[in-house]
């Protein structure tokens, strides 16, 4: 009998929950549930797959499936410390307390040393009414670390004779918020319900993704009358995906819209459909065309939609950089089709002109990524690939779901259209780098540049097989222009101009200092030597992260350093040349009299030039004080005082923390504190030649509080790790 390969197992179940868990985090979750269902064929009962499967679901809104995923890992794994946190925080978000408190209890039989969980647990016995309960637990997470001010503030209320008191309970409700900052910020915060008819959602996903960082979100993917009543009397703000008869019908209701702030997206097909003339347009708020010649349509068919509608948009389409990664493709054969198949599509048109360019050279094939609309345009395409003996050539590969990968052997794109909107699967594509080959439809050239476009066939065969092909170009184009950031920008400007009670808490550039940033700053000296001197967990755990990245004789840039406490903490770690860079000059005088062994320079780190290249360059706790419109300027800086070896560690605070302190202690917020995003910062970097070596989660007084990310020079990084444990709740731990 031949021995089980239990070594060669094991490895194949860890690779693939590593490959899981990192497509995962970058927000690949189609390709992160192929690899933990497959996991579960292989072992029905891995707790750990189950639990990011869990996961999946929660994030897609589909708790009960995500609940029964946990309950399954805990049957086979009953002290599985991830699922049981995460178990936690579903009934909590639900509000079933006592489960909650069942499961938090459970993880601190298994890990009773973690502050945090005391703290979630002192909120739960809190809304149950147990204050008593809640005092032991708070009592037993300050025992565990003593700094955490706010805790101590929750607990001195809850002491308080008069505990039933209005001020005791408002006190005690801010510092139960503390303990679980995620659910209580959301509590808070405006409601939006995202209405579409069920199978239109498809364009959806990012934008839904984005919105419930800063709101609270519903989805109502569906044509049940009583569902789409409940979405819309929930919600503060209303969207309305594609002027549809969903919007007709909903436009037309007597009382259901009263006192909600309406936004509609119309992309095309609603332009043709005699819609426009049915919706009720004086009920719609915000009116967002995805290009401008479909609002030229429209407005031409309903001139007095620009009357009755109070604002209409321009909001074109934005790709995901980070799902449709760059893959620098060269001129070669394939050509890609992304699309049903229907009328609008010009299908003759793709045949025919596909057919010259074969006549030209036989190598040319075309991949088709779409399934037939009308059974006429399938028989004649059987048809006619048979007449034009293309059997060869032309491959149907009916409805593609991962569009990135299958993008992966195509170097141009073709569009054959009579008229689109904004196409999503053109700008995809061009995003992976590939050629666009687009027909000048109606409105093309408001979108493309001219080189891009064809007219004729024979253009068309001119534009594929010219010796022009430049992957890079396109790439930028599409960053430049039609990034999903910029998308998510325009949306978020939108909804900052809705009123108030649908706006985000606080706008995330505003603030209420009257003072330069470099006033600020040199005021700031007292509070920072203070700090400097008092036992500061933060420090700590930054100076044991420096320990793993900072090598003795190299070269390091430590910008916005302030009075050099981790600049010195550098140097003692044996760098060859430390350079610390702030904006103030109060600070780094007093870091020039106190930190020996480093040099220190007054400047505008988005400007300032140090006119060499660093081996590992820092920036903790920076970015977010930095104007949003000085962030390029601030990577490309980056990029000049970096060499092919050079490694950036960059930690900011997590942005949903910054949202509850500006919500909770606006106080302790300074002159500019923005939310960074994980896709900010990526998009940025890419842009740079960065490339994401390393992200990772953590927290002081509750878990999810900060991100620190390593980039690397792209020709250096051939290998992108994720160590942070995205699909659980356990921040990595820094030894």
Known sequence: MESIDTKGTDKRRKGLLEQGEELFSKGQTEKAEQSFSELLEQDPTDADALNNLGVIRHAQGNDKAAEDLFLRALMAKNDHLDTLVNLADLYQNAKRWEDAAIQLEKCIAINSQEPNLYNQLGMVYFEMGDSLKARKVLAKSLKLNPDQEIVRQSLSALEKKDASSKDSKKEIGKGAAFFNEAHSQQNRRAKIAVLCLPGLQSFLGDIVGYLKTKYDVRTCYSNNNQEIESAVQWADLVWLEWANELTVALTNHSTLLDGKHIICRLHSYEAFSGFARKIKWEKIDDLVFVAKHIKDIVVQQVPEVIERVKNIRIVPNGVNLDKFAFK?????????????????????????????????????????????????????????????????????????????????????????????????????????????VIHNFVGAREIYPEKYLWNSIPEFVSRVTGSDYDSREYRLFIEKHYSLQKQLKTIASILQEAPSSVKEDVDCNSNSHTQSPKEFYDNFLDYLKRDRKRPNPRHEYIKKRLNQIVQPGKEVLDLGCGIGITTEHIARLGAKKVVGVDLSSKLIGFARKTVPHAEFRVGDITKLKVHRSFDLITLVDVMEHIPEERYEALFANLELHSHEETMVYLSVPDPQWIEFVRTYRPEKLQIIDNPIHQFTVLDLARRHEFSLYFFNTYGIDVRCQYNEYILKREKSASVHINYARVLGVQAQKVS
Request: with cysteine; net charge negative.
């Open 328 to 436: 620098n493709p060269s001129k070669g054969t394939n050509l890609a089709y992304l699309g049903q198949i229907n009328y609008k599509k010009g299908p003759m048109l793709l045949l025919h002109a596909f057919r010259e360019l074969v006549q030209v050279d036989k190598k040319y094939r075309l991949f088709i990524g779409g399934h037939f609309q009308d059974d006429r345009y399938k028989l004649y395409f059987d048809q006619m690939i048979r007449e034009m003996d293309l059997e060869n050539n032309i491959q149907m590969d009916g409805w593609v779901e991962d569009v990135g990968t299958w993008l992966d052997d195509k170097q141009y794109i073709v569009c054959t259209s009579v008229l689109e909107g904004h196409p999503v699967g053109l700008i995809e594509a061009m995003a992976c780098g590939l050629k666009p």
